[in-house]
């Protein structure tokens, strides 16, 4: 089987193996030791070339949430490892045995991660936060430049769900489930023209999609000097909008509205 295409980053005492599948997905292996831990696999096949090419042992799938694009691959690298798959606690997730809950320790060789859970896309979401790293898996709640759609919940949700996260040291690596970095940070220029920070960001992505390298990780530091849906405060963004006297919450739902209308 011949190994995807795949990229290695560090992040403290672990590797992190970014997976790109499915078109725009992201699928990524935390490896210690020896070991794997498949975040949001949705497919199996090119997460078995890569764990046959770089020899290591799948220990357990940490899934965000039920949709296919980030469970497609459960069965199959079940049946083919033998792993556990870890999830929030939804009936919709193929093959889950270790449900998850809010603040819960997940151990992984020597690791220690942690369990947020984070509302909004859907019901049922959840974040993994490896503190050692730093690093946070988002799936589809944080975007580098963006956030997910609000298929199951109101805009409040998702806001209080992004506040969790934004309270991460701002060093935190981020890796997202999807790859729209490019797109966000070109609608993020609209809503803020004359922040520096988002121009050079996006002149930044443009440069690593030119030279083939992935737009993740983002850090923490960098979605909050960049991303519209962590700026509801910002001057400018609200003078963009023309919301003034109203609250952050109801200035990231007018975000949310407009992007779903942009992209
Ligand atoms: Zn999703
Ligand atoms: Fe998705």
């Not at 490896?31 to 497919?43: C, F, I, N, Q, Y």
């Not at 992935?214 to 963009?240: C, H, I, M, W, Y």
Request: one cysteine or more.
């Amino acid at each position: 089987m011949k190994a995807a295409n795949y990229f290695e980053h560090a992040a403290g005492p672990a590797v992190v193996l970014t997976v790109p599948v499915l078109g725009d997905n992201f699928s990524y292996l935390i490896v210690v030791e020896g070991l794997a831990a498949a975040v949001d696999p949705a497919d199996a096949a090119p997460l078995l070339g890569v764990l046959k090419a770089r020899g290591l042992r799948l220990e357990m799938i940490l899934n965000t949430h039920h949709h296919f694009d980030h469970v497609g691959g459960n069965r199959e690298l079940k049946a083919a490892t033998g792993c556990r798959i870890a999830g929030p606690d939804d009936p919709r997730i193929p093959g889950l045995d270790r449900p998850v809950k809010d603040d819960e320790r997940l151990t992984f060789g020597p690791l220690t991660l942690e369990v947020l859970c984070t509302p909004g896309h859907t019901r049922n979401h959840v974040c993994y936060y490896l503190p050692s790293g730093p690093a946070l898996w988002t799936g589809d709640t944080l975007f580098t430049g963006g956030c997910g759609r609000l298929a199951e919940s109101g805009a409040a949700t998702m806001w209080g769900s992004l506040n969790t996260l934004a309270t991460l040291p701002g060093e935190t690596q981020v890796f997202c489930g999807h790859d729209y970095a490019v797109e966000n940070m070109q609608f993020a220029l609209e809503l803020e023209p004359d922040n520096p920070d988002v121009r050079r960001r996006l002149a930044e992505l443009r440069a690593r999609v030119r030279e083939g390298r992935p737009t993740v990780p983002s850090t923490l530091a960098e979605e909050k000097a960049t991303n519209p849906f962590l700026r509801s405060g910002s001057p400018d963004l609200r003078r963009t909008l023309g919301l003034t006297d109203v609250s952050d919450m109801e200035v990231f739902a007018e975000i949310r509205r407009r992007k779903d209308a942009y992209a």
